[in-house]
């Protein structure tokens, strides 16, 4: 079982409208490259997310919680031997934080040492690069390395980005 996590902020920005933009997945295929598609549906979503030389792929279950502005979600039907996790926006004194985590596990104890590594860069750098493009003023917590990747990664903001 691999756990991946990341901490954005975003100054200036309101945890509510963070918190609802984040929970439209269906715009994440036009923020980050390697989603290639997500299709919302009552209770969760099915995703197809680009990986190494081929796709993974999913259902989810996506239990959100309005008040607290969690997102709880975890596959039911899928490429993983196990997939869940966490989105949770809090407040800040500058505005708002995202913390997004997930635990993962592919189920071929072989390749552990070669695909999870890879899949957390992949988090990592899609979750990036979907928060940026939904919110440019974005800054990853902790993970300069990634703050750097995602910025020679990320265009210019899509129009109608929040």
Known sequence: MRSVQLAIDLPGSDPGTVFTAVRDFGRFPDLAPAVRSVEPHEGGSDWEVYFRNG???????????????????????????????RWRVVATDEGARLDFTT????????????????????????????????????????????????????GPAPAGAA
């Open 103 to 154: 635990d993962f596990d592919f189920g071929i104890p072989s390749l552990t040492g070669i695909l999870d590594p890879v899949a957390e860069r992949v988090v990592k750098e899609t979750i990036g690069l979907i928060v940026l493009g939904l919110f440019p003023d974005a800054e990853v917590v902790g993970d300069s390395r990634l703050a750097g990747r995602l910025a020679s990664l990320a």
């Open 55 to 85: 796709v993974l792929r999913w259902t989810e279950t996506d239990r959100a919680d309005e008040e607290a502005r969690t997102i709880d979600f975890a596959q039911t039907d899928g490429d993983f031997e196990s997939f869940s996790g």
